[in-house]
């Protein structure tokens, strides 16, 4: 299913599908399974469940059980509840910022627990990800440094949050 979406956006940016295949080595793409398990807390407005950042991936599919509220997307700087069904996100880093990924949070109640899970599917670990060849010839220039997949995620993975993504320190 991932290979399909990140297919239909290659053709949507005139990029060729065979190429975005081989480039991203998406027949052994990377994929990271995550649980997330929230418990009720007794002040929500003093925490968060999961603090602001950009998914690695291509695209994650997040499974949000009972479709509970909690995830946060922020446009603008501002926060705005996403409400389930299931969203995607695209990392934007390979379209040399055409698709913005975005930025989200998980926040916390005082009533339930709640629990979802993150599929996040991404080219093939070892694949230097930066943004594809034709479109920095049709922009004039890489907006993106690029940066092996494995590390890009392990470095999102084990990094503290200082307010910044990855994506934004990987930007030229
Ligand atoms: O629990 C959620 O709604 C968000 C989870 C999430 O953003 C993640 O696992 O990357
Ligand atoms: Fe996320």
Redesign the pocket.
Known sequence: MARELVGAVAESMELDRDYVEEALELKSSFQKF?G?F?PPCPEPDQTL??PA?N?PGLF?I?L?RDGLP??QIDRQDQWFEVNPPPNSMIVNMFTNGRCKSSR???VVNEERE?M?I?V?NGPGKDVMVGPAAPLVERDGRTFYRSMKYVQYVESQLTRAYNGMSILDEQKI
């Open positions: 995550g997330n929230y469940g999961l950042h998914d994650t997040l949000i909690g995830l989200h949070r998980a709640r979802s993150a996040g």
